[in-house]
């Protein structure tokens, strides 16, 4: 049973301690418990609620990159995938991405042709250990009649047909994240969500002491370790001062990073049902980084639970960090112009839009203000600083990648500090059962969300023997299921069930009614009072705020 003890945690020392409960920070942990080290993570909020929430849900194996002649960032990303995909192929569907083309340069049928032989020649080895159900198929060229079957209303003016290349649909990169978490838990690694480090000190014996405050109870804890890695994401200037030596691809001393808004909105209308469709914007855009240009940037249209996600839309951030990240109703109304423009058949209006998804991704030093060039590649650098000499600071920019970042982590801990980990690699994954032999429905749901952790929520079930097992039929969620997010996935508020555990509010508003009920089924559990229980179903739809009709547009209805 996974149970957020930080009395607990904070009793033994470890080796390495990691802050940041992202997609980084899941990988590192995951790989570094497996390696054998004596590991904890640390998240101040609830895992994966910030940044890598922000997904297209697509993990791509890099063929964009060949406009770099990357082959290196194409490889690391083919292997981070199917890494991604192995972990947890209940979580993973292969996806068929299109992109029409036309004229005679990089857009043409010879030149698509060319990449997608070699992209798949890069990635020979994309589909090894894969269940067949979802191992990948090869790219290939498509007639112009099929471009526009798929895509109706597209000119076909200088039409020449389209690539097809594919990449995996992520159906909940949020617990993707935790998958990562819970599987290093199995390998003997602690985790604790709301644990927010306030301090670092040198301690005896080669120790941080490190200052945890839990930001449920507001107690005070301590923790020992003897390395840490910093990978909170936005915050990662935050936690430590910036190095006062070698500060690895930032070149200005002292400079503080600068951030885009990365935004992708989920739209209610089924805009394309078998393909991601990428469309190029209607914007000039300029890859500084790329040998080969294309001029524009590319929008995707992805096909994801029964509505379409489209983006990404970029803006540098001036929000004053990311404790204050906001998105404006006109942020959201530019990308649906936006969307019009490249695609008018679309006709998106703001009320089609019933979600959005935002988040920080480090820009470039020593550009020009309002020229948004990203990051292209996730680093980690020691500090200078003496005091902090066995720390390391990760900047991700990648959700595919950071399994690549993990791997390299684990090479810098290795080959530094090679036979003084404190256990042994161990795994104590719970057997997975016969409950896969059991095909009704219930049973087909949960291997659906869970896959082989299913199992302890019909182990629930069966103890329990609930007559009525439903929590709430109409949104498919069973008692036994949200007392196990509570019990062992660490599950603390309204909000960590309906946007990261379960995704009932990742593609649209679940309403209040059914909030008002979930909060009152946790709440009895978790002892909240009547005040408590109302503050939860607030905070929850806090979140939808800019997606409500302004009150001008209410009285004029």
Known sequence: MTIRDLEKICADPFDILVVGGGVHGATIVYHLAKAGYRIAIVEKDDFCSATSANSLKIIHGGLRYLQHFNI???????????????????????????????????????VMRAALFVNDCIGWDRNRGLPAEIRLPGGRIVSKEHCLEVVPGLSSEGLAGASVWYDALALNTERLVLEYILKSLDHGARAANYAE??????????????????????????????????????????????????????????????????????????????????????????????????????????????????????????????DRLQVKRETIQNMVDEVNAIYPPAALSYEDISFYHAGLLPMRSGVESGDIQLEKNSTFHEHGDINFSRVLSVKGVKYTTAPHVAREIVKYFTKRDSGKRMRTPVC??????????????????????????????????????????????????????????????????LADLVFRRTGLGTAANPGRKLLTKL????????NWDEARKAREVETVLQRYAPLEPKKDEVKSE
């Not at 480090?197 to 020992?224: A, I």
């Not at 009525?468 to 603390?492: F, H, N, Q, S, T």
């Not at 909060?519 to 978790?526: E, N, R, W, Y």
């Open 428 to 493: 104590s994954a719970p057997a997975p059962g016969t409950w896969r032999n059991d095909q009704s429905q219930v049973h087909k749901m949960l291997q659906g969300r869970y896959g082989q952790r299913a199992v302890h929520i019909l182990v629930r079930m069966q103890e329990e023997q609930e007559r009525a097992i439903w929590l709430d039929e109409a949104a498919r969620l069973l008692k036994a299921e949200v007392r196990y997010l509570i019990d062992e996935e660490m599950v603390c508020t």
């Open 72 to 110: 290196k960032r194409m490889r690391h990303s083919i292997t981070a995938r199917r890494e991604m995909m192995q972990l947890a192929p209940h979580l993973v569907e292969p996806l068929a991405c299109m992109m029409p083309l036309s004229g005679k340069g990089l857009r043409s049928k010879g």
């Open 197 to 322: 480090v306030t301090g670092v000190e040198q301690g005896e014996n080669d120790l941080y002491r490190v200052r945890v405050r839990d930001n449920l109870s507001r107690e005070e804890h301590q923790l020992q370790t003897r390395y840490i890695v910093n990978a909170s994401g936005p915050w990662f200037e935050d936690l430590f001062c910036p190095p006062s030596g070698k500060h690895n691809d930032r070149k200005i001393k002292g400079k503080k990073q600068r951030w885009a808004l990365a935004l992708n909105i989920v739209s209610r209308k089924k805009i394309f049902t078998d393909y991601a469709v990428a469309l190029e914007g209607q914007s000039r855009y300029e890859d500084k980084d790329a040998i080969i240009r294309r001029g524009k940037r590319l929008y995707f249209f992805v096909p994801w639970r029964g509505c379409t996600m489209i983006g990404t839309e970029y803006e540098e951030s001036v929000s004053g960090g990311p």
């Open 519 to 526: 909060s009152v089924f946790m709440g009895d559990i978790l």
